[in-house]
């Protein structure tokens, strides 16, 4: 008889040892490193006479990794971002879309922070070569619609801070 109880109290421990443990932790989804949105700094677009176009949060690209990579592999990006290439002196080094999701504008900048070039809507995992017509300071990314949007041109005014 002894055995029998001692048998049914271990049983109802084990149990409610069992049922009163917390589910097991869910393992976080992994993403590829350098894609995780990361605010270095606002920036703001001016038209030559000084009014505000449009004003993101940014990530600088300014390793020769993070210019590598850029936005490759992001899913999304939320429409207020985007990313600033700082090469650190004159580049004519061109971009491509390559394992890049999002479609973008690529925006051009010389080295007084104007824009000099912008192409839109560039395709999502394209590997065609997308050059400046000459030397730049500067790269900006948005989310394809931006440089429409918010009517950028030649010219425009960008700083960040």
């Known amino acids: 008889m002894r055995k029998g109880i001692l048998f049914l109290l271990v049983l109802c421990i084990s ?13 976080p989804v992994e993403t590829i490193p350098g894609t995780e949105f990361r605010k270095d700094a606002t920036l703001t677009i001016t038209s030559p006479t000084g009014d505000i176009k449009a004003v993101y949060e940014i990530e600088i690209a300014a390793t020769k990794t993070a210019c590598t990579q850029g936005l490759m592999y992001r899913e999304s990006m939320a429409e207020n971002r985007g990313m600033l290439f700082d090469p650190r002196s004159p ?71």
């Open 15 to 27: 149990l409610g040892f069992y049922g009163c443990r917390s589910k097991p932790e869910e393992k």
């Open 91 to 161: 580049a004519e080094t061109p971009f491509w879309m390559k394992n890049t999701y999002i479609p973008l504008d690529i925006i051009f900048l010389d080295k007084d922070k104007k824009i000099m070039q912008i192409t839109e809507n560039n395709t999502p995992f394209s590997e065609d070569m997308i050059a400046p017509r000459e030397s730049y300071r500067y790269v900006l990314e948005l989310n394809a619609g931006q440089a429409a949007k918010h009517n950028l041109k030649i010219g425009d005014q960008i700083q960040w801070k």
